[in-house]
């Protein structure tokens, strides 16, 4: 390989056809005058531009079956001739600098064209070099070069990560290792799962339980999760009418003086809070608003005045102490009543924080801006990580989350995108650079992963992520299979 060109943090490297070149891939350009070397990542293969190489080509080409005679090459060029035109443009991107050992992103030097060696990094001996911690190993794959690709929990510890890619690509797929492997390292982790395809985690491929069967709970609202109006607090229930529900303002002042009234005389329950609007002497059209949005909430069966039936997430928290998940299953229930259970969820987790009841926990929310309500976005990035809860958004339509969003992701675990308004979107916003982005997730092949941010201390590494022993539940149900 050869030195070519330098524009910008761009770096454009010779090859030839023997060498052996994937995008992705790292390439150590070594300086031995000044004993330092550039780290580069290889974006994009090109052919090289050759001048005259079209002529040639052109003159290859055309038809020789007229021309009698026999083929001479008293020089021997031909093979001369094949290797040029095979020869490779390298466009790379510039990481770092390796100096006295020491990785650094210091980028601003350039290496010498005439003695300058290069040759192919690693992923391991550049994980290895960037001092990836390894003091809570979790193991996402492999490398191309087969090497194993481990990256350390505590990265994943009050950060905001990002799962995005295409569909079937493997995303969830992803997000469920991330989470078992937290688990494993005793964490809580709360799932909103909107396909009910982490319900079965606890089940290993075969049917049978597995170590993370007891860690594993599965709430499903309306069914083993329902809640009293007495365990609530009158602000996430406010959160609900307003954001769920639509309720106008002057309902909720009313609503606020019933809420007020049932508590004082502790009978805070469906019924009695049913029975008071109905009878409530105050405006028609109040009433009537309130009286709607009683029947919604009764409707969505989340509600229950028996407290035997009540669950307590403080007392499912303790059941999972020593790492497990809380699996909140969303399938088959309607958006108004998502919403009712995300707000309901998201109020207590907050309250459970506070009080220290919870020292942290790692939410996992697939499609988010199905259930999400537009203010919580931001909060969840900014006042409820100090709070406690660090997010792993996993979508496969990357506009839904918002650029300010992205840019304040620490990590990204990008999947293959084909829609150039997909990876526009991506590559707007995530902290490498668009093109690296573009060039490197339009062909990432299923099942594996560009991952980006501090997990891989800002090296953009592609690995093919390593298969789970459990009931992974992510396909989709097809019509025509040899079943039927
Ligand atoms: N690394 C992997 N090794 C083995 N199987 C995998 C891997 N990743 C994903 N799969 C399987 O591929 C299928 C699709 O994966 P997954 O459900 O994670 O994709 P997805 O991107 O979340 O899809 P969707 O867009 O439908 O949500 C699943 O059956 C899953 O078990
Ligand atoms: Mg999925």
Request: with cysteine.
């Amino acid at each position: 390989m050869q030195l070519y060109r330098k524009e910008g943090n761009t770096i454009q490297i010779l090859s030839f056809p023997a060498e052996e070149i994937q995008k992705g891939e790292y390439v150590l350009i070594k300086d031995s005058n000044h004993d330092r070397s550039l780290v580069t990542q290889i974006i994009d293969v090109q052919f090289a531009a050759i001048p005259g190489i079209l002529e040639e080509l052109l003159r290859n080409s055309t038809t020789d079956e007229h021309i009698c005679g026999e083929n001479l090459d008293l020089l021997e060029v031909a093979p001369h001739v094949t290797y040029v035109q095979d020869a490779r443009m390298l466009i790379c991107k510039i990481r770092g600098t390796i100096q006295n050992g020491i990785l650094s992103t210091n980028t601003g030097w350039l290496p010498s064209r005439a003695s300058s060696s290069i040759t192919k990094l690693s992923t391991a001996s550049l994980l290895a070099q960037a001092r990836i911690g390894n003091d809570l190993p979790i193991d996402l794959g492999e490398t191309r070069e087969t090497s194993s690709v481990t990256i350390d929990a505590q990265m994943l510890d009050g950060k905001l990560n990002i799962v995005t890619g295409k569909k079937e690509t493997g995303k969830s797929h992803m997000s469920k290792l991330l989470a078992l492997s937290l688990v494993d390292y005793g964490a809580p982790v709360v799932v909103l799962d909107l396909n009910g395809e982490y319900a079965k985690l606890g089940f290993s491929s075969d049917g049978q339980k597995n170590e993370y069967h007891r860690r594993v709970r599965v709430l499903t609202p309306g069914d083993n999760f329902k809640i009293t109006l007495k365990q609530m607090k009158l602000r996430v229930m406010m959160n609900i009418l307003f954001h769920a529900l639509h309720l106008p303002g002057a309902s909720a002042q009313e609503f606020r003086r019933i809420w007020r009234f049932l508590k004082d005389h502790d009978t805070l329950t469906m019924r009695e809070l049913g029975e008071v609007i109905r009878n409530r002497r105050c405006n028609l059209h109040v009433r009537d608003a309130l009286c709607s949005r009683y029947y919604s909430l009764l409707d969505s069966g989340f509600f229950t005045d028996n407290h035997e039936e009540e669950t307590s997430l403080k007392k499912a928290f303790c059941s999972i102490h020593g790492g497990g998940a809380l699996i909140i299953n969303l399938q088959d229930i309607s958006s108004i009543n998502r919403q009712i259970v995300v707000e309901f969820m998201l109020g207590e987790l907050v309250e459970l924080l506070t009080q220290s009841k919870l020292k942290a926990v790692f939410l996992f929310a697939e499609e988010a801006h199905l259930y999400l309500r537009e203010t919580y976005w931001n909060d969840i990035v900014t006042r409820m990580r100090h709070f406690g809860i660090f997010t792993t958004f996993v979508t496969n339509q990357p506009n839904t989350i918002r650029e300010n969003i992205y840019r304040q992701a620490d990590n990204i675990f990008l999947f293959n995108f084909t829609n150039e308004h997909d990876l526009e979107a991506v590559s707007r916003a995530s902290k490498v650079d668009a093109e690296t982005v573009k060039s490197i997730a339009r062909e990432l092949l299923p099942h594996h992963c560009l991952v980006l941010g501090k997990v891989v201390g800002d090296f953009p590494i592609v690995v093919k992520v390593r298969a789970l022993d459990v009931q992974t539940m992510g396909q989709t149900r097809l019509f025509f299979t040899d079943e039927n």
